[in-house]
């Protein structure tokens, strides 16, 4: 039955605050490729972590391979292993809603194949997030500092600054020069290229993102210049640094990007919680506790802290709760476990305020999964808030207001939107 919150959900437009999009360059260039579409995203990890032979995983995402039937055949064990994880229900989904496939077997994918057009049409990158997928925008991290307009689509596709290799302490310093226009020398020197990297591109950006922790712990600690620059020194010089060295660089440099994005108004996004890929991630750098020195230290700063730091999600309610300058960020979260988030939804409304959680990032490069993960998470948004109507602790009204703000109000807000897009249109003009 059809509820007046389910109608809401399914018509509001998402503030997506994570993806890594492709541009509009990688959508004309892809090769239509039905098993691509499908699979070449998340659940590859699935299907690895099942039991599949990688070489097996390969194949199935080369679209240079028209042999759909052989490329499917190999891993239909393991699909039907991984069907209905949060990945492989968002295979489903995309298969369905793309393709009209009620059931991913191989004659369903051959046929499918068979009626894709021998390119995708330039528009379709832009009209599959914003119309089929209904979002406001979208936010994505191409791992870059360089933040530019993007003419696909101004309003709509934003890019956050990447701070990761700062954070890791293994930035390049042939492509600082070339960015910032600086050659480091020391320190000071390297604290000039990263405030031109903000002034050119801190405007333009919606916010600044890191990763690091799939390099190292999101444990920080305040470091002194007098214990940094010897080993910038090392590593100017072409030296192998340790890894406690590097870290120490590295939560130097995070320092500075907290700050500079304090100054530039922009938010701070950090990567806590589960890992993309497989057979590699240490579950003690990943916990958000990890980062309280640094909430303690900048409490000018607005961190919004990604992926319920899966599966330390409880801590991250916490931090929430306690830290004014904690925002929580549910992308690519209901896909890795979606149980997990549909609990974490009605735990976090009951502790921490909700003007400070955002409902969803697909975490994705293709547009279609993008929209498949929305899917997941709108009907799982409806689930959580109908299990509280239910429960007689909100009122249909109040969980209409509820999904408002965490699809929508909160992130326009945080975000400083119409700010940055003001930013974006002034710089047209200043380029015409
Ligand atoms: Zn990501």
Same mark, same amino acid.
């Given at each position: 039955?059809?509820?007046?919150?389910?109608?809401?959900?399914?018509?509001?437009?998402?503030?997506?605050?994570?993806?890594?999009?492709?541009?509009?360059?990688?959508?004309?260039?892809?090769?239509?490729?039905?098993?691509?579409?499908?699979?070449?995203?998340?659940?590859?990890?699935?299907?690895?972590?099942?039991?599949?032979?990688?070489?097996?995983?390969?194949?199935?995402?080369?679209?240079?391979?028209?042999?759909?039937?052989?490329?499917?055949?190999?891993?239909?064990?393991?699909?039907?292993?991984?069907?209905?994880?949060?990945?492989?229900?968002?295979?489903?989904?995309?298969?369905?809603?793309?393709?009209?496939?009620?059931?991913?077997?191989?004659?369903?994918?051959?046929?499918?194949?068979?009626?894709?057009?021998?390119?995708?049409?330039?528009?379709?990158?832009?009209?599959?997030?914003?119309?089929?997928?209904?979002?406001?925008?979208?936010?994505?991290?191409?791992?870059?500092?360089?933040?530019?307009?993007?003419?696909?689509?101004?309003?709509?596709?934003?890019?956050?600054?990447?701070?990761?290799?700062?954070?890791?302490?293994?930035?390049?310093?042939?492509?600082?020069? +070339?960015? *910032?226009?600086? %050659? =480091?020398?020391? $320190?000071?020197?390297?604290? /000039?290229?990263?405030?031109? @990297?903000?002034?050119?591109?801190?405007?333009?950006?919606?916010?600044?993102?890191?990763?690091?922790?799939?390099?190292?712990?999101?444990?920080?600690? +305040?470091? *002194?210049?007098? %214990? =940094?620059?010897? $080993?910038?020194?090392?590593? /100017?010089?072409?030296?192998? @640094?340790?890894?406690?060295?590097?870290?120490?660089?590295?939560?130097?440099?995070?320092?500075?990007?907290?700050?500079?994005?304090?100054?530039?108004?922009?938010?701070?996004?950090?990567?806590?919680?589960?890992?993309?890929?497989?057979?590699?991630?240490?579950?003690?750098?990943?916990?958000?506790?990890?980062?309280?020195?640094?909430?303690?230290?900048?409490?000018?700063?607005?961190?919004?802290?990604?992926?319920?730091?899966?599966?330390?999600?409880?801590?991250?309610?916490?931090?929430?709760?306690?830290?004014?300058?904690?925002?929580?960020?549910?992308?690519?979260?209901?896909?890795?476990?979606?149980?997990?988030?549909?609990?974490?939804?009605?735990?976090?409304?009951?502790?921490?305020?909700?003007?400070?959680?955002?409902?969803?990032?697909?975490?994705?490069?293709?547009?279609?999964?993008?929209?498949?993960?929305?899917?997941?998470?709108?009907?799982?948004?409806?689930?959580?808030?109908?299990?509280?109507?239910?429960?007689?602790?909100?009122?249909?009204?109040?969980?209409?207001?509820?999904?408002?703000?965490?699809?929508?109000?909160?992130?326009?807000?945080?975000?400083?939107?119409?700010?940055?897009?003001?930013?974006?249109?002034?710089?047209?003009?200043?380029?015409?």
């Amino acid at each position: 039955m059809s509820t007046q919150l389910q109608e809401f959900v399914s018509q509001i437009k998402i503030c997506d605050t994570h993806e890594h999009m492709w541009k509009q360059e990688s959508w004309e260039a892809d090769k239509p490729d039905i098993l691509s579409e499908i699979f070449d995203n998340y659940v590859l990890a699935d299907f690895v972590t099942a039991g599949l032979p990688e070489s097996d995983k390969e194949r199935l995402r080369n679209s240079s391979n028209p042999d759909i039937s052989a490329r499917f055949q190999s891993v239909e064990t393991a699909w039907k292993a991984i069907q209905f994880t949060g990945y492989g229900q968002a295979c489903s989904l995309i298969a369905k809603k793309f393709f009209g496939i009620e059931e991913i077997t191989c004659h369903s994918l051959v046929q499918a194949q068979d009626s894709l057009p021998i390119q995708w049409e330039a528009k379709d990158r832009l009209a599959i997030l914003r119309d089929e997928g209904g979002f406001h925008h979208i936010q994505t991290d191409d791992s870059s500092w360089e933040c530019i307009r993007d003419e696909s689509g101004p309003d709509f596709f934003l890019y956050d600054l990447s701070w990761a290799t700062f954070c890791s302490g293994t930035f390049d310093l042939v492509s600082l020069r +070339e960015y *910032s226009g600086i %050659e =480091v020398r020391n $320190l000071n020197s390297l604290k /000039i290229a990263m405030e031109k @990297l903000f002034s050119l591109y801190g405007p333009l950006a919606i916010a600044v993102k890191s990763q690091h922790a799939y390099n190292r712990t999101l444990v920080w600690k +305040e470091r *002194s210049e007098e %214990e =940094v620059s010897p $080993l910038l020194q090392k590593r /100017i010089k072409g030296k192998e @640094l340790t890894t406690e060295e590097k870290n120490c660089i590295g939560d130097w440099c995070w320092a500075r990007g907290v700050e500079h994005a304090i100054e530039h108004n922009l938010p701070f996004k950090i990567h806590t919680g589960y890992y993309a890929g497989y057979n590699r991630m240490p579950i003690n750098f990943i916990r958000a506790g990890n980062l309280c020195p640094l909430l303690a230290k900048y409490p000018k700063a607005r961190f919004v802290l990604m992926h319920i730091s899966y599966p330390y999600q409880e801590e991250l309610i916490a931090l929430a709760k306690h830290y004014r300058n904690v925002w929580v960020d549910m992308c690519w979260a209901w896909s890795i476990n979606p149980h997990a988030c549909t609990d974490f939804l009605r735990r976090y409304l009951h502790a921490a305020p909700i003007n400070k959680l955002f409902a969803f990032g697909g975490d994705t490069y293709r547009p279609r999964a993008a929209v498949a993960y929305s899917i997941q998470a709108r009907n799982r948004v409806v689930q959580a808030l109908k299990k509280e109507i239910d429960n007689g602790e909100i009122t249909e009204k109040q969980s209409i207001e509820i999904a408002q703000n965490i699809l929508q109000n909160n992130q326009l807000e945080c975000f400083d939107y119409n700010g940055r897009i003001q930013a974006l249109e002034s710089e047209k003009c200043k380029i015409e």
